[in-house]
């Protein structure tokens, strides 16, 4: 039989709970001392979120005053630390955890060695951290940089990479529409409802006169798809996503993809999307934004309009000619470009953004929202098909 848990019991996890959650002193009002593990987690917990307030350094703390909180400046006590909580809490978790130690202690310049890169969890968080820091990293450290954003890249393409290519292959089959399919390939809902009229009320049947269907993808390119990704601090993760997606969409054979990145400057990473860390390397984090002089050079790459998606990823705050912007998305659209924006690729929601410009996209036509990467393929079958986007609803 299980165990029988007392009312006494459950009070005292209760208040072990909250011990660990307020951290201890006399204001937790909880009364209660941690031992063993539970006092190396508050360790580990206290060094990262404790008191910001403490004494100042090198001076000596007063009778019954607490020490002030951190993990210090060296890179050993770093790693005992990152050691310590992927002992005591699960990876989500730690992931946290680090980007709030390098959000709320600076040890950003930490990851520059080597060794610290080793005992970190890697995440999409950590790879925009190190493309941040690419421009300083030392040569000593881009090698075992290079494998940690390597490894983040291969559990990502794992992770999308099979759905996405069968999600756009449907979508690309059913974009090749034909009036003399195969049987395997009729569309019977709209063969169905365009001969309605030769509906047959004593045989309670349609009798088809014209059949609608796919046409299977030919291995010639059929449709073109152009990533336009900003590469501000703020878009890091969508960097990210797109790069590895970019990735996966260029290794389908209907599918001629273009990866383009901009800041004020634009650079096309066309060439290095056989691997998507390449691509990551390859921006620059930070400075300025014109989106006009980004889609001014996607606009100059389209040679088939009817049959090209341009995906904007930016958050619209644009430092360019706004007009001129607006009058090139009208105009792609105009020729048939189908225009997707999103203010992110993330799995953090949208960012801050310019809402003044995002509404005069939607009033284009061209509605922004951010994405999920899980929902990243079904926006690009829709986009390839002609279809609605599937726009998440406002949270």
Not at 68 to 82: H, T
Not at 119 to 139: C, I, Q, R, W
Not at 345 to 362: K, M
Request: proline letters at 5%; glycine letters at 8%; one cysteine or more.
């Amino acid at each position: 039989m299980p165990a029988v848990v007392t009312d006494a019991e459950q009070e005292q996890e209760r208040l072990r709970r909250w011990r660990l959650v307020l951290g201890g002193g006399a204001a937790d009002g909880t009364g209660r001392s941690l031992s063993g593990q539970d006092a190396a987690m508050d360790g580990a917990l206290t060094a990262l979120y404790g008191k910001e307030d403490g004494p100042q350094k090198g001076s000596k703390p007063q009778a019954g005053q607490e020490r002030s909180a951190g993990l210090g400046a060296s890179a050993p006590s770093v790693a005992r630390w990152l050691g310590d909580i992927r002992t005591y809490f699960p990876s989500s978790v730690v992931q946290i955890m680090q980007r709030d130690a390098i959000d709320r202690l600076g040890l950003a310049t930490l990851l520059l060695e080597p060794e610290m890169l080793e005992a970190v969890e890697a995440d999409v968080h950590l790879v925009g951290t190190l493309m941040s820091l690419n421009k300083a990293m030392p040569e000593t450290t881009k090698e075992t940089a290079r494998a940690v954003v390597r490894k983040v890249v291969d559990e990502l393409e794992k992770r999308f990479a099979t759905r996405t290519r069968a999600t756009l292959t449907g979508a690309l089959d059913r974009s090749a529409r034909v009036d003399r399919p195969r049987h395997h390939d009729i569309d019977w809902n709209r063969t169905i409802a365009a001969n309605l009229k030769h509906y047959l009320p004593e045989y309670r049947t349609v009798v088809p006169e014209r059949l609608i269907g796919y046409g299977r993808a030919a291995r010639s390119v059929k449709k073109e798809v152009v990533l336009c990704i900003d590469q501000s601090g703020s878009m890091a993760a969508s960097v990210v996503y797109a790069s590895v997606f970019g990735a996966v969409l260029a290794s389908m054979r209907s599918i001629d993809t273009r990866l383009v990145v901009f800041d004020t400057a634009v650079v096309d990473l066309t060439d290095q999307l056989d691997d998507p860390v390449d691509v990551i390397f390859g921006t620059r984090l930070g400075g300025g934004t014109d989106i006009n002089r980004a889609l001014a050079y996607c606009q100059s790459q389209i040679t088939r309009p009817a049959e090209t998606v341009v995906v904007l990823i930016s958050d619209l705050y644009e430092g360019g000619i706004r007009d001129e912007m607006l009058k090139r998305v009208a105009a792609m659209k105009a020729s048939g470009v189908q225009f997707v924006t999103l203010l992110a690729l993330s799995d953090e929601g949208a960012p801050a953004y310019d809402r003044e410009h995002a509404a005069a996209l939607a009033a284009l036509g061209a509605p922004a929202f951010a994405c999920t990467p899980d929902l990243f393929p079904e926006v690009m079958a829709a986009a390839i098909e002609k279809r609605p986007l599937p726009v998440p609803d406002p949270v």
